[in-house]
């Protein structure tokens, strides 16, 4: 199952600040999730 979030930032650690569920992504399989960086 993939899920969209939303998020502040990525904290020192490397995890989700104030982190929302957005839903479900069925367009998606998990192996082609990646971790987005700007």
């Known amino acids: ?3 969209q979030t ?3 930032e990525w904290t020192r ?3 989700l600040r104030h ?3 957005l839903g479900v992504r069925t367009d998606k399989e998990p192996g082609e ?3 987005e960086t700007h």
């Open 1 to 3: 199952m993939v899920v």
């Open 13 to 15: 650690d490397g995890t």
């Open 33 to 35: 999730v990646v971790r």
């Open 19 to 21: 982190p929302r569920y």
């Open 6 to 8: 939303g998020f502040s």
